[in-house]
C-alpha cells in the first residue's frame, strides 16, 4: 500500500458533529477531498445546506443531517439519515460538537454550566455510543473525540470547558480499550487555541495567549488536517486510545 493509499478515505462514510462552522465545518472539507462522503450533523440546517452545496459543487458526496447532540431522541435518526442519504454505514465519527463559556469559576451559572456538559460531553457520549453500536456490528470503524489543551491542562476562566474536555479524555481511553477487540478504534484531538469563530470568546486577551504558545501563532482549521487524516484512515490503524494535541506547544508552556 502506497503513502497515497493509505491517507485515501476513498469508499468511507464519515460523520462529522458540529460540522455547521469552525472546526467541524473544516474538518468536514479534509474528509471529502481524502474521498470520504460525508454527513455534515448540526442544529444550524440552513448553514449545513450551504456547505453541503459547496462540497457537491466541488464533486464531493455530502448531506446535511440535523443533530441535536444534547437531545438522545435525536441521535439514532441522524444516523439512520446519513446512513440513507450516503448509501453505507458511518466508518468514521468526528464527535465535534461543542460549546464554551468564558467566567471565573464564583460567576458560571448552573444553566450555562448544565448546557455546556450536555453539549460537550453527554452529546459525545451519545454520539459516540450511537457510532460505536453501528461500527462493532460491522466489525470496523474510527472515533475521533475532538477534546481540547484546556481539558490537559488548568486554564482560567474554562472552569466547565476544561473540566468537560478532561472527562472527553477519559471517556475516550474507555471507550478505546472496550472496542478494541470489535475492531473500532478510538482517539482523542486536543487542539489549542484555533482561529474560528469560538476563539473569538478569547477577544482582548490575544496577546496574553500568544505568550504561552512557544509557535508565538494562534492555530488554524488547516492545522489540525493531518491529524485528523492519520487518526481516520489506515495510517493510523495500530493507533487506539492516543491523544494528539495540536496546539504549538501551548500545553507545554502553560504558564
Sequence with gaps: MSTAEMFSLKG??????????????????VLAEAGAAVALAARRRDKLDTAVAELSRDGHKACAVQLDVADAASVAPAFDAAEKALGAGVDVLVNNAGVVYLK??????PAEVAQLFATNLQGAFLVGQEAA???????SGAIINVASVAGLRAAGFLSSYGASKAALLSLSQVMALELAAK??????ICPGNIETDMHGAFSGMEEALLKRIPQRRFGKPE???????????????????ATLTVDGGQSLSWM
Design 223 to 241: 492545522d489540525l488536517d493531518g491529524a485528523i487524516l492519520l487518526l481516520a484512515s489506515d495510517a493510523g490503524r495500530y493507533i487506539t486510545g
Design 12 to 29: 468511507k462514510v464519515a460523520f462529522i458533529s458540529g460540522a455547521s462552522s469552525g472546526i467541524g465545518l473544516h474538518l468536514a472539507g
Design 133 to 139: 453500536r453501528r461500527m462493532a456490528r460491522r466489525g
Design 104 to 109: 471565573r469559576f464564583v460567576d458560571q451559572d
Design 183 to 188: 475492531g473500532v478504534r478510538v482517539n482523542a
